[in-house]
């Protein structure tokens, strides 16, 4: 008997140990949902964009799309979520552009028909290498605009490189914070490589924060963007009902609203 519930003992431990290993090392396609090219030019998308290409400090060569409007009293580099690619922005540049701002939609390392993996630390890389460019290229006041787990990849660069302003769209505390949700069985802080900590981070931005969420997210809980709102001291825009994917909070107006009014 003794030697039977040993023997169930082993099977129970080297199955806990095959989940948590696979967790461990496939995490990252569980993160980072990328959606490949071909994409058409940035032309096709709006008149007078520009298909450019950046090199990051660890030599990957990124393809993103900008959109310079003549004049513009700031130019917005915007950070992607976790999943599609740039032209899942592409009506947010419309409406931007529309509103007198030039707008950078970056693909990150692995998106967009990009090289490379994502990580992290890539992720630093590629927001540098972007907002290199659009410093040399624009002439002009910038913005940081993130959404989801873009928030966490420009509020760590506005702590090097600060903006004019910072505006985070449904902005989580950390990812491991996010992972625990939606996977309580797992001891996700124990696993995961990447942090992401937002909430901590934003304390040492001197730019001024704007955080918009929607009160029915389902993915970020809404009272994670308003921790990370009250660490940043930031203005906040609560959008009643909205879910995370829903289009008012990717290219709504008062999404529109709050990015050109950081802009001023």
């Known amino acids: 008997m003794r030697a039977k519930v040993l023997i169930r003992l082993a099977v129970a431990v080297t199955l806990v140990g095959v989940v948590f290993g696979g967790v461990f090392a496939f995490q990252r396609k569980l993160i980072y949902l990328p959606t490949g090219g071909p994409l ?27 959109f310079p409007v003549p004049g513009a009293k700031a130019a917005v580099l915007v950070a992607p979520g976790n999943a599609g690619n740039r032209s899942f922005r592409a009506p947010l540049a419309r409406a931007l552009t529309g509103r007198g701002l030039s707008v950078l939609l970056l693909d990150y390392r692995g998106y967009g028909g990009n090289p490379g993996e994502p990580s992290e ?10 907002r290199d460019f659009l410093a040399r290229e624009a002439g002009t006041p910038l913005v940081y605009f993130g959404e989801s787990l873009g928030s966490a990849v420009v509020t760590e660069l506005a702590t090097e490189h600060p903006p004019t302003a910072l505006v985070l769209r449904s902005p989580f505390t950390d990812l491991a914070a996010v992972g625990q949700r939606h996977y309580p069985f797992l001891p996700v802080r124990w696993l995961l490589r990447d942090e992401f900590p937002t909430r901590d981070t934003v304390t040492r931005v001197k730019s001024p924060v ?7 997210d389902s993915i970020v809980p809404a ?9 940043a001291g930031a203005r906040v825009i609560e959008i009643p009902g909205a879910d995370h994917n829903d289009l008012v909070l990717s290219e709504g107006p008062e999404l529109v609203d709050a990015i050109v009014e950081a802009a001023r």
Do not use: C, M
């Open 40 to 66: 058409p030019a940035a032309a096709v998308i709006l008149p007078g964009g520009r298909d450019v290409t950046f090199t990051t400090s660890d030599g990957l060569n990124l393809a993103s799309w900008y």
């Open 121 to 130: 630390d890539g992720l630093a890389l590629d927001v540098r290498a972007a």
């Open 223 to 231: 009272g994670q963007s308003r921790e990370v709102a009250k660490a």
């Open 210 to 216: 704007t955080v918009v969420y929607g009160a029915a």
